[in-house]
């Protein structure tokens, strides 16, 4: 591969891309695929972006490519979370790229994931921020994102999403999200938040009239009903 741009907005590597990987009780594969690799200037805080520029990988979600054929390596926390435990950029080769190639290639050639597939969209971005978090569901995964979008402070007296019925200024999770409020600003949590839909509360049910039969009879009706019941046998 060679440099095809050096410049203030960008960086972009261009050219034939050799892959020998092999994962653990997986074959190996070698493939050569042809991309183009953009960096953007606040690299390793910002993602890269890599193209696949032939036609060996299917343009579509079933194989993690997006609208614009760049590839999904996978959630922006994950990937950010690799990024800033290891920065350079052959680590982003190394623990993005090559694991993401391999598996699509073994895709490919064997019509499955060898680790797994998560979901495109949404979806999968929750399956895998439960798991980051480990949180139980959607609603603990938002409620992780608003915490981080807000002062430490103002976090602090929010519902925990653990889900221990504490607020997370008395729960040990509080310290989870201190490691994760490393990663970006409180504003990108606050706009990653706002690219999901909202948990739908469920309506609570309305208590059941009671039927006729269990209406009470009150003293008055007892007795009416009592001198019916003489009269009709007087006759």
């Known amino acids: 591969m060679r440099l095809t741009e050096l410049g203030e907005e960008r960086v972009v590597v261009e050219g034939e891309y050799y892959l ?8 190996a594969i070698q493939e050569t695929y042809k991309l183009r690799i953009i960096f953007p200037p606040h690299y390793p805080r910002a993602l890269p972006q890599v193209i696949e520029l032939g036609n060996r990988i299917p343009k579509n979600s079933d194989y993690h490519t997006n609208k614009d054929r760049t590839f999904c390596l996978g959630s922006e926390i994950r990937l950010k979370s690799i990024l800033l435990e290891h920065p350079s950029i052959l680590d982003f080769i190394k623990k993005i790229l090559d ?33 980051i978090f480990k949180v ?4 603990s995964v938002l409620q992780v994102l608003r915490a981080l979008g807000k002062r430490k402070r103002v976090a602090n007296k929010l519902p925990c999403p653990c889900g ?4 997370i200024g008395k729960c040990d999770y509080r310290f989870n999200l201190q490691g994760w409020r490393r990663l970006e600003r409180r504003r990108w949590f606050r706009e990653h938040l706002s690219e999901f839909t909202p948990v739908k509360k469920e309506k609570k049910k309305k208590p059941k009239k009671q039927t006729d039969s269990k209406k009470k009879i009150s003293p008055n009706s007892r007795m009416a009903q009592g001198q019916g019941a003489l009269e009709a046998s007087s006759f």
Do not use: T, W
């Open 20 to 27: 020998n990987a092999q994962m653990d009780g997986y074959e």
């Open 99 to 131: 694991p993401f190639l391999y598996a699509v290639s073994y895709k490919l050639r064997y019509d499955f994931y060898p680790f797994g597939d998560l979901a495109h969209g949404e979806k999968g971005l929750i399956d895998d921020y439960q798991r």
């Open 136 to 139: 139980a569901d959607k609603a």
């Open 164 to 167: 221990c019925g504490q607020r």
